[in-house]
């Protein structure tokens, strides 16, 4: 058995298994509810926030999905390689699949077949949506985590785990995983020493640098750093 996912009302269990079958079984009773089949062997398994819906991941390098309890595919899209593992979004808007050592993952809008790719500059290691399904995080073994936008694929923000700060057990290794808290605020990152906790939204980092100021930069000092950029005091309630 590769992986195993239970519906989010406990009342179904679905497994992913090495010969290239998924498969959904009432928890109750251990009856085979439906049978899914791949070209090869299943590797992970998903419901949706709903229940409705079994997404699956293959070494053939598909993502599909089925109706659950009827064990009929309504969608489908081709990876290159095999698919590591899959997520959907608390909405079940979108659906992630990451693949094995590839530096991409694709976000599908999967009702509509929309896509988007998201890329690092090295193999991609996790993924976790926000709690408001708008972003995906991402970790990488390029030392980064990173948080997109997802309607439209844009790099919102990135938080580095810096060799100079972080000594990391093995080169390479980069960040193992993200998870967002619950209000989405915070975001969690960590490699095989650290984990780190870090606020993300620009609004939030703003803030958080005001509450630590006593003074609005001066506008010899803006002209210095910001050079042409209109000025503005950052913070209001601050001289």
């Not at 439906?34 to 709903?50: K, L």
Request: charged residues 25%; glycine residues 8%.
């Amino acid at each position: 058995m590769e992986d195993l996912s239970f519906s989010p009302d406990g009342k179904y269990l679905a497994t992913a298994s090495w010969d290239g079958t998924a498969r959904v079984w009432d928890a109750t009773s251990g009856q085979e509810v439906a049978r899914m089949t791949h070209g090869d062997s299943v590797g992970s398994v998903a419901f949706s926030p709903d229940g409705k819906y079994l997404a699956t991941g293959s070494d053939d390098g598909t993502v599909r999905v089925w109706w659950a309890t009827g064990g009929w595919d309504v969608a489908w899209m081709t990876y290159e390689g095999s698919v590591e593992d899959i997520a959907f979004s608390p909405d079940g808007k979108y659906l992630a699949g990451q693949p094995s050592q590839s530096s991409s993952v694709r976000v599908w809008e999967w009702m509509s077949g929309r896509t988007v790719q998201l890329v690092h500059e090295d193999n991609v290691t996790a993924v976790s949506f926000s709690p408001d399904g708008k972003h995906l995080a991402t970790g990488s073994e390029d030392n980064t985590a990173r948080v997109w936008e997802l309607a439209s694929g844009r790099e919102v923000a990135r938080v580095i785990h810096d060799d100079r700060i972080t000594v990391l057990s093995t080169e390479g290794e980069g960040v193992r995983t993200v998870s967002f808290s619950s209000d989405g605020k915070y975001l969690a990152s960590g490699s095989e020493e650290v984990a780190r906790v870090s606020l993300w939204r620009p609004e939030d980092l703003v803030a958080e640098a005001c509450s630590r100021l006593t003074r609005n930069l001066t506008k010899e000092e803006w002209r210095q750093y910001l050079t042409d950029e209109p000025y503005r005091a950052t913070c209001p309630n601050l001289p």
